[in-house]
Nanobody, 123 residues
Framework: VQLQASGGGLVQAGGSLRLSCAFSGGTFSNSLMAWFRQAPGKEREFVAAVKWSGASTAYADSVKGRFTISRDNAENTAYLQMNSLKPEDTAVYYC?????????????????WGRGTQVTVSS
């Protein structure tokens, strides 16, 4: 399985970005897709996850109501729509996947990771 994240960039506080994660080399519709982020000097933290059907999602409290995770099983792609961005959202964002029916928030449980994409929010 290979994951390719894209869509990061520099945005002002209050702005929006949409991250994409392209999946290849496996059965996308069987996968749990997730986004994590890591700021300098901090541990990697869970941001959001979406089950195979797209109907069940989970979010970190810090992004709930501002970020939306989704997936397109026909395009083998997961997305993270980020609105009302804050300077504290600045981090490298990673997409990850594992083949499970359950929502998982622990980074070490994920089997496959993409390279990160930098998101920088200026105040």
């Amino acid at each position: 399985v290979q994951l390719q994240a894209s869509g990061g960039g520099l945005v002002q506080a209050g702005g929006s970005l949409r991250l994409s994660c392209a999946f290849s080399g496996g059965t996308f519709s069987n996968s749990l897709m997730a986004w994590f982020r890591q700021a300098p000097g901090k541990e990697r933290e869970f941001v959001a996850a979406v089950k195979w059907s797209g109907a069940s999602t989970a979010y970190a409290d810090s992004v709930k109501g501002r970020f939306t995770i989704s997936r397109d099983n026909a395009e083998n792609t997961a997305y993270l729509q980020m609105n009302s961005l804050k300077p504290e959202d600045t981090a490298v964002y990673y997409c990850a996947t594992k083949f499970t029916q359950y929502i998982v928030r622990l980074a070490t449980s994920y089997d496959y990771w993409g390279r990160g994409t930098q998101v920088t929010v200026s105040s």
